[in-house]
């Protein structure tokens, strides 16, 4: 069955310092998303990307945080200057279409220390 | 008011019992609602949409109520490997970003 895949799975950084965080989506699908959850909290949508380009940001996508998908196979999450709060588990997912289900990626905990 | 809201329980239940979860959204322009599963630390997978006629997969069955803002998801007969969170997803518009608004989720264990 096909999988989105992340990398890594775990990163921990220290405060102020860039992340990146690596998703590589099924290959035909059209549809691209960041979601987060931060420990003992509910999954909270961040970005999705359609066509080359973000369609919906939510407020925690602040402009710390930059999606790209830069060769047709990644998409990636960067964070410039990660804060403490930043910690939480960051789930990638795609789909193929408008009204086709998701699938989710199995997450990278990001620790900030 | 919460945009999705869930009874974070836990439910405990013994083996081969009928458990009920329900879930109220805030949102009555709100297009498609989903239940997900969520085992500790890993990623929300799909268990099934709802649809407005209600529908069922197996032991589960899904319920929406659009009149109150109202999801159920009732699973019959449990199972220990049914023990998990369950989280009722909503998707709030009908646009091309398709995002999904989660509620905090129903931990369910299901006991020997």
């Known amino acids: 069955e096909p999988e989105v895949t992340q990398t890594p799975s775990h990163q921990v950084t220290q405060m102020g310092q860039e992340v990146i965080l690596r998703c590589v989506p099924i290959?035909?699908?059209?549809?691209f998303y960041w979601y987060r959850q931060i420990l003992g909290q509910k999954v909270e949508f961040l970005v999705s990307?359609?066509?080359?380009?973000?369609?919906?940001k939510s407020e925690i996508f602040d402009d710390q945080f930059s999606v790209e998908r830069p060769d047709g196979s990644n998409f990636t999450l960067k964070i410039r200057s990660t804060k403490l709060e930043d910690s939480a588990m960051y789930f990638c997912?795609?789909?193929?279409?408008?009204?086709?289900?998701?699938?989710f990626g199995s997450g990278t905990r990001l620790t900030v220390v | 008011r919460k945009e999705v809201e869930q009874d974070p329980g836990p439910f405990n239940v013994p083996e081969g019992a009928t458990v009920a979860f329900n879930c109220t959204y805030s949102?009555?322009?709100?297009?498609?609602f989903f239940w997900y599963r969520q085992d500790c630390r890993k990623e929300p997978k799909l268990l099934m949409s709802?649809?407005?006629s209600g529908n069922e997969d197996g032991r589960f069955t899904a319920q929406l109520n659009r009149a109150s803002q109202y999801i159920s998801l009732l699973i019959r007969d449990s199972k220990l490997s049914d023990s998990a969170t369950y989280l009722c997803?909503?998707?709030?518009?009908?646009?091309?970003?398709?995002?999904?608004?989660f509620g905090g989720g129903t931990r369910l264990m299901v006991k020997p």
């Open positions: 990307f359609y066509n080359n380009e973000i369609s919906e």
């Open positions: 709802v649809y407005s």
């Open positions: 997912a795609s789909k193929i279409g408008q009204g086709s289900g998701y699938t």
């Open positions: 949102n009555s322009a709100s297009q498609s």
């Open positions: 290959s035909n699908h059209l549809y």
């Open positions: 997803v909503v998707n709030p518009n009908n646009n091309a970003g398709n995002m999904l608004t």
